[in-house]
């Protein structure tokens, strides 16, 4: 079981990446996917979740109208498309998957699965 992320990169304010993460070893139906933040020095931020299995989505205040989440069954990927990006978006951007029941805003502790992080730099 593993999750993969990738589409990290250096970009100028107002630029846009494409996060993707993608799964092996399960499927994401059941699941609510999460991405979430952490730049140096500071707490893990969740940004934005998505449940796969009815396709509602949560984003965090900070991100709203700038990152669109979304995914592709066929590929197994939830992806987080991200515009207008702002040096203060810098940070390891961490894909989650949780089987549990908690809505679209699960606590950090009950994700079962974590990829291992890509990075995300916006120069200003």
């Known amino acids: 079981v593993r999750l993969e992320e990738s589409g990290g990169g250096l970009v100028q304010t107002g630029g846009s990446l494409r996060l993707s993460c993608t799964a092996s070893?399960?499927?994401?139906?059941?699941?609510?996917i999460g991405w979430f933040r952490q730049a140096p020095g500071k707490e893990r931020e969740g940004v934005s979740t998505?449940?796969?299995?009815?396709?509602?989505?949560y984003y965090a205040e900070s991100v709203k109208a700038r990152f669109t989440i979304s995914n592709n069954n066929a590929k197994n990927t939830v992806y987080l498309q991200m515009r207008n990006l702002q040096p203060e978006d810098t940070a390891t951007y961490y894909c989650?998957?949780?089987?549990?029941?908690?809505?679209?805003?699960?606590?950090?502790?009950?994700?079962?699965?974590w990829g291992q992080g890509t990075q995300v730099t916006v120069s200003s």
């Open positions: 989650a998957a949780t089987s549990t029941s908690y809505g679209l805003v699960p606590p950090v502790h009950e994700y079962d699965y």
């Open positions: 070893g399960f499927t994401f139906d059941d699941y609510v």
């Open positions: 998505m449940s796969v299995n009815d396709g509602s989505k």
